[in-house]
């Protein structure tokens, strides 16, 4: 395939910044380049910006995926300065200063901005991902929210009681704040959202269980606030086990302290991994594939190479890596992007960059949250609140907030969720006859309620 130059015109004398990735960071340094003198060009494989902290809603049924995504031609139209390009970097040519494409096209730069973000790891088992998805993508995300909703159809019509039991049961991977907002977020739509919709099972006795490996959930909070937000989300119904490591997963289920436990869904979260951008530039990365960067998020040994956010492996004031969460890409993005400027266009060295800590947070349950300001911390009401004006503040447009605001107060006061779809992974119907685990035909489908199942108000 020949190769397409996206060089500037000859009569564009404005000096080049690539920005490879439109997430967090990427989208902050790009809003700090917009208006100046500098031509700008972002670069990501997908049209839009996702708000991945808030996908465990989509995979619950809580929010679409079209109110936590903007297209990036929108966001970033009002700046003329700036043209967006879709397409996936396969490598970057630092001799000839530019990126390669997939379609064999190559973009020139004068300066090169890597926010690439993270995805999963399965610590040497990427053969779990496809069972047991991660939530980094909206493809992911609508896969789990199918899975559940599916398993609690097939349970509805299934005449094993191993088999109903199994269906309705979900293992949460990690114990971190993206594995507890899942597995709460799960509980509620059993317990809450879906308990007067079925006739033959009561979805509040589906089981939810949350596997974290390290000897407490929420390693990053004060022990305090873990302590929390255990015994929150052990309110709801669902089992923390901790100190055990999952072992191995099929789409039967998972093993996990040497104990094999059916489940009709696995959600994982945890671990994660940079992107390849290290491969790219051909440099030392560290354990998770991060970049190595200076103070002033160059990239040692590329130069004009910087990187960014989950991409970048950069250490606090307290001598710790700084956490790979929105506010650190963010506020890396608007440093780096008002560093560019003042480098390019008026010759000043780029400065350190310093993280401010605005808090820590993640959501437990209805009403419960915990956030960490480092001397200061808030669990409970007050917190949920919190947690929820800053996500809501975070989101890209005005539209976007006042919608996610909206179905939050709706789906608070009446317990319901409106994104309820089944529209991927749907898998076949469950005969009459189904096969319990132990290989013998289960009893004949019974159209009467189970018998062992008590009806409840939701």
Request: proline content about 7%; aromatic content about 8%; some cysteine.
């Given at each position: 395939?020949?190769?397409?130059?996206?060089t500037?015109?000859?009569?564009?004398?404005?000096?080049?910044?690539?920005?490879?990735?439109?997430?967090?960071?990427?989208?902050?340094?790009?809003?700090?380049?917009?208006?100046?003198?500098?031509r700008?060009?972002?670069?990501?494989?997908n049209?839009?910006?996702l708000?991945?902290?808030?996908?465990y809603q989509?995979?619950?049924a809580?929010?679409?995926?079209a109110?936590?995504?903007?297209p990036?031609?929108?966001?970033?139209?009002?700046?003329?300065?700036?043209?967006?390009?879709?397409?996936?970097?396969?490598?970057?040519?630092?001799a000839?200063r530019?990126?390669e494409?997939?379609?064999?096209s190559?973009?020139?730069?004068?300066?090169?901005?890597?926010?690439t973000?993270?995805?999963?790891?399965?610590?040497?088992?990427?053969?779990?991902?496809?069972?047991?998805?991660?939530?980094?993508?909206?493809?992911?995300?609508?896969r789990?929210?199918?899975?559940?909703?599916?398993?609690?159809?097939?349970?509805?019509?299934s005449?094993d009681?191993?088999?109903?039991?199994?269906l309705?049961?979900?293992?949460?991977?990690?114990?971190?704040?993206?594995?507890?907002?899942?597995?709460?977020?799960v509980?509620?739509?059993?317990?809450?959202?879906?308990?007067?919709d079925?006739?033959?099972?009561?979805?509040?006795?589906?089981?939810?269980?949350?596997v974290?490996?390290?000897?407490?959930?929420?390693?990053?909070f004060?022990?305090?606030?873990g302590?929390?937000?255990?015994?929150?989300?052990?309110?709801?119904?669902?089992?923390?086990?901790t100190?055990?490591?999952?072992?191995?997963?099929t789409?039967?289920g998972?093993?996990?302290g040497?104990r094999f436990?059916?489940a009709?869904?696995?959600?994982?979260?945890?671990?994660?991994k940079?992107?390849?951008?290290?491969?790219?530039?051909?440099?030392e990365?560290?354990?998770?594939?991060?970049?190595?960067?200076?103070?002033?998020?160059?990239?040692?040994?590329?130069?004009d190479?910087?990187?960014l956010?989950?991409t970048?492996?950069?250490?606090?004031?307290?001598?710790?890596?700084?956490?790979?969460?929105?506010?650190?890409?963010?506020?890396?993005?608007e440093?780096?992007?008002?560093?560019?400027?003042a480098?390019l266009?008026r010759?000043?060295?780029?400065?350190?960059?310093?993280?401010?800590n605005?808090?820590?947070?993640?959501?437990?349950?209805?009403?419960?949250?915990?956030?960490?300001?480092g001397?200061?911390?808030?669990?409970?009401?007050?917190?949920?609140?919190?947690?929820?004006?800053?996500?809501?503040?975070?989101l890209?447009?005005f539209?976007?907030?006042?919608?996610?605001?909206?179905q939050?107060?709706?789906?608070w006061?009446?317990?319901?969720?409106g994104?309820?779809?089944?529209?991927?992974?749907?898998?076949?119907?469950?005969?009459?006859a189904?096969?319990?685990?132990?290989?013998?035909?289960?009893?004949?489908f019974?159209?009467?309620?189970?018998?062992?199942?008590?009806?409840?108000?939701g």
């Amino acid at each position: 395939m020949p190769r397409i130059d996206r060089t500037p015109a000859p009569l564009d004398s404005r000096p080049h910044v690539v920005i490879v990735g439109a997430g967090f960071g990427g989208l902050a340094c790009a809003e700090a380049l917009g208006g100046t003198n500098i031509r700008v060009t972002v670069i990501d494989r997908n049209n839009y910006h996702l708000f991945v902290p808030l996908l465990y809603q989509v995979a619950t049924a809580a929010l679409s995926p079209a109110d936590i995504a903007e297209p990036i031609r929108r966001i970033l139209s009002r700046h003329p300065n700036i043209d967006v390009v879709m397409g996936e970097v396969t490598g970057i040519d630092r001799a000839a200063r530019q990126v390669e494409l997939a379609d064999g096209s190559v973009v020139p730069y004068d300066r090169l901005v890597l926010a690439t973000g993270s995805s999963y790891s399965y610590f040497g088992h990427d053969d779990w991902a496809e069972i047991a998805p991660g939530l980094k993508t909206i493809e992911n995300a609508r896969r789990i929210r199918a899975r559940l909703l599916m398993n609690f159809e097939q349970a509805e019509i299934s005449g094993d009681a191993a088999r109903r039991k199994a269906l309705m049961t979900t293992i949460v991977v990690g114990g971190g704040p993206t594995g507890v907002e899942m597995a709460g977020s799960v509980a509620e739509l059993a317990r809450y959202t879906l308990a007067r919709d079925f006739r033959r099972i009561d979805p509040r006795t589906a089981r939810v269980l949350l596997v974290e490996a390290g000897p407490r959930i929420l390693s990053g909070f004060p022990e305090d606030l873990g302590h929390y937000a255990r015994r929150k989300l052990e309110e709801l119904g669902v089992v923390v086990l901790t100190g055990q490591a999952v072992e191995g997963i099929t789409p039967e289920g998972a093993t996990v302290g040497g104990r094999f436990i059916p489940a009709g869904t696995i959600v994982w979260g945890a671990g994660v991994k940079a992107s390849p951008a290290g491969s790219w530039l051909g440099v030392e990365t560290d354990r998770s594939g991060r970049i190595p960067v200076n103070a002033d998020l160059s990239v040692p040994g590329a130069p004009d190479v910087y990187a960014l956010g989950d991409t970048a492996a950069l250490a606090g004031e307290d001598g710790k890596p700084l956490p790979g969460l929105a506010q650190v890409a963010k506020q890396q993005g608007e440093h780096l992007g008002g560093g560019l400027e003042a480098s390019l266009l008026r010759g000043q060295p780029l400065a350190p960059f310093r993280f401010r800590n605005r808090g820590n947070t993640a959501i437990v349950g209805r009403s419960a949250a915990v956030f960490d300001f480092g001397r200061h911390r808030l669990k409970g009401w007050f917190a949920w609140l919190l947690w929820a004006v800053v996500h809501v503040y975070l989101l890209v447009n005005f539209q976007k907030r006042m919608l996610v605001t909206m179905q939050w107060l709706w789906r608070w006061a009446t317990y319901q969720r409106g994104a309820r779809l089944i529209t991927a992974d749907r898998p076949a119907p469950v005969a009459e006859a189904v096969t319990s685990p132990h290989g013998r035909e289960a009893e004949p489908f019974d159209p009467r309620p189970f018998p062992d199942m008590k009806r409840g108000q939701g």
